[in-house]
């Protein structure tokens, strides 16, 4: 018997955990990010477009570990009848304009009317009771992620109002 999958991926309110690790992960594998651990949890759910025992089409907020939220839209989908999942995950809105990028989610109903830094896909299965990546099944159609900002300590110090030698 398939597993259901809005009891593998919550949408609910308070156990989220499997779906913050699986957008986690769905990004450390695109090398999006460093680790699927970066995230420090999901901000919000901002809508939630479909949701059943074989699809799920979510889209929200998620924090990462430096305390920046990110957009993102997740689809998961069954493929055919046992736990093999295709899935596609759009994160990072790339509007100019922040109005623009803030107010994306709730203006369209699709991911592929909106700009994104990132778009990835790949296949997923059931894996002692939790979705898991497939190895090697990610593929990544877009990846235009900005540099981060260097950490704090390995920022250029500005130089003293001394004047520079003249030597």
């Known amino acids: 018997m398939p597993t259901d999958l809005a009891a593998l991926l919550s949408v609910d309110p308070g156990p989220q955990a499997a779906l913050d690790w699986f957008i986690g992960s ?47 839209w997740l689809q ?23 109005r623009k990028a803030e107010n ?15 778009r990835i896909s790949g296949e997923a299965t059931v894996e002692d009771g939790a979705l898991a990546i ?7 159609i877009i990846r235009d992620m900005p540099e981060p900002e260097p950490a704090k300590e390995l920022r250029r110090r500005p130089r003293s109002g001394r004047p520079a030698s003249t030597r």
């Open 26 to 72: 769905c990004l450390y594998e695109a090398n999006v990010w460093e680790s699927p651990r970066t995230s420090d949890g999901l901000h919000s759910i901002a809508r939630v477009l479909e949701r059943g025992p074989d699809c799920l089409n979510v889209c929200g907020r998620i924090w990462t570990i430096d305390q920046t939220i990110h957009a993102f």
């Open 76 to 98: 998961v989908r069954r493929d055919g009848t046992d736990d093999r999942y295709s899935w596609f995950l759009a994160f990072e809105v790339a509007y100019a304009s922040s």
């Open 104 to 118: 994306a989610l709730d203006n369209h109903d699709r991911p592929e009317d909106i700009e994104w830094h990132a």
């Open 134 to 140: 497939v190895p090697d099944s990610t593929r990544v």
